[in-house]
């Protein structure tokens, strides 16, 4: 294990200070695990288990921890002991905050690589407000913006007439604070402005590329020129979701016979809406879709805003723009009609098609959906893999672990493989405890 962007090295006679800057920059971040007890040698980088005698003897740790604001529930903490030396080290789990963490020293530090960088100024702490989603760009005044772009536009209109139809219209959009100064905030912009981009270029439109290969994208592989969609949100999701279809209707890959390349519009429609709904708008670049033989990646500027990583993202939530994300569910026919469920019912979509699942990876400055073209390996190849680290499975565990939402056909596929004497039933099992084993 090296020192990097998820775990750090400390010698046991680590001063305070020095540890809740650690701990800052892991929970400014995307956590990590702090290690107290192990000495690394700065040139050399090798490592030393130098543990506390006992437990009690790390207790001022502790209280470093417990001095910290904003960390509680955001932490935890356990001693590793040394099989022969018999002493401790001081294992802190520190886990992304929805909060800015700062150390003793009222200084917040963000963690990059190795690195615990402090945010000491009023850039790069006004950017960790942004990735946290403490601070939302969507609120700020659009310079160059008018409010007749809002209120004469088709997209209001169609908006309006469904929604708001004896509203007056600036009255609606002061109240709904998408107005500041006389201009129209960028969430305004972005909803209710017919082409957006002419206001905030560089950050409000899609970008998709195809490349005619399975490898890495380049300039040699790009089937064509890249087509830019824009246009106001809603639009945009709707024509960015026909376009990559479109383009991957066109797709055949070489099978017992060309075959076309299928993607469940649910997924595609759910990836996209998010990009567009919670993307970082402080970043001038656009939102890019790159579709390739045998994968499309949607990229979207900007951290997983909060606390949200990529390991809970399924199951939390947090909205980077909620001024976006709530009113464009006020359209017909709203792209994010099951607010909170987008990214799962994507993932169930890839599964019910026996495909594996969307990979999501965060980048320094973006985040990435890949949606990769791959088959899941069969049911039944499925329950013989899970059972070769696992002594047993019951029919909810392989409803689980397969996709299958029928009771009746998981038992099918335990019975096929009883057939074929690879499983067997646990005896003496009640029927609501039932479960399978290897054959013995």
Not at 161 to 190: F, M
Not at 315 to 323: C, G, I, L, V
Not at 353 to 370: A, F, G, H, W
């Amino acid at each position: 294990m090296e020192e990097n962007h998820f775990n750090d090295f400390k010698a046991k006679e680590i001063s305070g200070k020095k540890l809740s800057k650690a701990v800052s920059a892991f929970s400014n971040a995307s956590g990590g695990d702090i290690y107290v007890g192990i000495r690394e040698e700065p040139k050399t980088k090798i490592k030393h288990w130098e543990g506390f005698p006992d437990v009690e003897a790390a207790n001022s740790m502790l209280q470093v921890l417990d001095s910290i604001n904003n960390i509680s529930g955001f932490h935890e903490v356990e001693f590793l002991m040394h099989p022969v030396l018999r002493t401790y080290v001081l294992k802190i789990t520190v886990f992304k905050t929805q909060a800015i963490v700062l150390a003793t020293d009222d200084t917040a530090y963000v963690r990059k690589g190795a690195q615990s960088l402090p945010a000491d100024t009023p850039e790069k702490l006004r950017r960790l407000q942004l990735d946290k989603g403490i601070t939302s760009y969507e609120n700020e005044p659009v310079a160059e913006s008018e409010i007749e772009d809002a209120i004469d536009s088709d997209a209001f209109s169609a908006f309006s007439d469904a929604v708001v139809p004896s509203a007056e219209p600036e009255k609606w959009l002061r109240k709904q604070r998408l107005i500041h100064d006389d201009k129209l905030t960028v969430a305004g912009e972005l909803l209710f402005v017919d082409e957006p981009q002419i206001c905030l270029p560089k950050r409000s439109s899609i970008k998709i590329f195809r490349y005619k290969t399975s490898g890495q994208a380049d300039r040699d592989t790009l089937a064509e020129d890249p087509i830019t969609i824009e246009g106001c949100a809603y639009n945009q999701i709707y024509d960015a979701v026909e376009k990559v279809k479109e383009i991957i209707e066109s797709m055949k890959k070489l099978g017992a016979s060309f075959e076309t390349i299928e993607y469940p519009e649910e997924t595609l429609h759910e990836i996209i809406t998010n990009a567009v709904l919670h993307r970082d708008y402080s970043i001038a670049t656009d939102i890019q879709i790159r579709i390739f033989d045998n994968r499309v990646e949607v990229e979207s500027p900007g951290k997983l805003p909060g606390h949200v990583t990529t390991e809970n993202i399924l199951e939390t939530q947090a909205a980077r723009n909620p001024k976006l994300v709530r009113l464009i569910n006020k359209f017909p026919k709203a792209p994010n009609k099951d607010v909170g469920e987008g990214l799962n019912t994507a993932f169930e979509a890839m599964t019910k098609l026996r495909l594996k699942t969307p990979e999501i990876v965060q980048n320094d400055m973006s985040v990435t959906v890949y949606i990769r073209h791959e088959r899941l390996a069969s049911p039944e190849e499925m329950v013989v893999k899970y059972l070769e680290s696992h002594s047993e499975i019951t029919n909810r565990e392989g409803r689980k672990l397969t996709g299958i939402k029928s009771e009746n056909s998981m038992k099918r596929v335990f019975w096929k493989l009883r057939d074929k004497g690879i499983v067997e039933m646990i005896p003496g099992r009640a029927r609501c405890k039932a479960a399978w084993r290897k054959k013995q």
